[in-house]
C-alpha cells in the first residue's frame, strides 16, 4: 500500500504531464488536499511530505483540525479551505477559523462571511460555486446570477473574490467532462473584465483532473487519491 507522501508524489506528477499536454507550467496548478473524515495523523503525514494545503467539508470537523495544527511547527505555512456546503448558522465558524472558502452561492452567506470576519484577519479568499449542470442536488448559483453575486461581493471589505469552483456531473467521457469545465473556465473570463482579483478556478478530481487542466483549472480538489477511502460515520 502506497503512502501519503507516495501518493502526493503520483498526483504531482500526473498534474505535470497533464499540464505539458496542454502547454501550460506545471505550478500554474495547486493540489488541494481533500481532507475532510481523514484523521489528525494522516494529515500530519501529508504535512511533513511538505504539504500545506488542505480542504473540508464538515464545519464542525475542519475547525477542530484548524485548533489542532495552529500550534504546531508549520502552522504559519498551512491553508485551510472550506469546500462544502454552508449553512447559515455556521458562517461564524467559517470565517474565524477558514482561509479560503470554495461554496459561496448567494450572498446572504457571503455578507455572513464578510461581517463575521474576526477584526485584524487578513480577508478571506472566496470563491463562487456554480451550479454547471443545473442539477437540483447540488448546491452553487447559475450561470445567470453569477455576474450579480460577484458585484455584490466585490464591495464586502474582509472579502477578497478570488474565482470560481464547480462539482459538475458526472460524466465518464473526456469530451463531456471538457465541456462541462470550459463553460466555467468562460464565465470565469467574463468576469475578470470587472474583477480582475479572479483569477482562479477550482475545478477537478480524481476522476477528471486531466479534463478540468486542459480547460483552465488552477485548483484540483483530490481527496480519495491521496489519502484513501472516506470514512462518513463521524461527520459533522
Known amino acids: 500500500m502506497a503512502s501519503i507522501k507516495q501518493n ?4 504531482t ?3 505535470r504531464l497533464a499540464t505539458e499536454k ?4 506545471p505550478d500554474s496548478v495547486q493540489l488541494l488536499a481533500v481532507s475532510k473524515t481523514k484523521p489528525i495523523t494522516a494529515i500530519q503525514e501529508a504535512i511533513d ?3 500545506f494545503a488542505f480542504g473540508e467539508n464538515y464545519v464542525q470537523e475542519g475547525v477542530e483540525k484548524v485548533q489542532h495544527f495552529a500550534t504546531t511547527p508549520h502552522a504559519e505555512q498551512l491553508k485551510w479551505h472550506f469546500i462544502g456546503p454552508i449553512q447559515s448558522n455556521k458562517t461564524k465558524h467559517i470565517a474565524e477559523h477558514f482561509d479560503w472558502v470554495h461554496s459561496v452561492d448567494r ?3 457571503a455578507r455572513r462571511l464578510n461581517d463575521q470576519r474576526p477584526e485584524g484577519a487578513k480577508p478571506l479568499q472566496v470563491l463562487l460555486q456554480v451550479n454547471t449542470s443545473g442539477e437540483t442536488s447540488k448546491s452553487g448559483t447559475d450561470f445567470a446570477s453569477v455576474s450579480e453575486l460577484a458585484a455584490a461581493i466585490a464591495t464586502m471589505p474582509n472579502i477578497v473574490l478570488r474565482g470560481l469552483m464547480s462539482i459538475p456531473e458526472r460524466a465518464d467521457d473526456y469530451e463531456s467532462q471538457l465541456r462541462a469545465f470550459q463553460s ?6 467574463v468576469l475578470q473584465q470587472t474583477h480582475p482579483s479572479m483569477d482562479t478556478l477550482s475545478m477537478g478530481m480524481s476522476g477528471d483532473m486531466d479534463a478540468a487542466i486542459e480547460a483552465g483549472s488552477t485548483m484540483v480538489r483530490i481527496g480519495t487519491a491521496l489519502f484513501g477511502a472516506r470514512d462518513y460515520s463521524n461527520k459533522a
Do not use: M, P, T, W
Open 184 to 189: 466555467l473556465s468562460k464565465a470565469l473570463q
Open 13 to 15: 506528477h500526473q498534474i
Open 49 to 51: 511530505a511538505g504539504h
Open 107 to 109: 450572498e446572504k452567506i
Open 8 to 11: 502526493i508524489e503520483q498526483i
Open 22 to 25: 496542454c502547454g501550460r507550467k
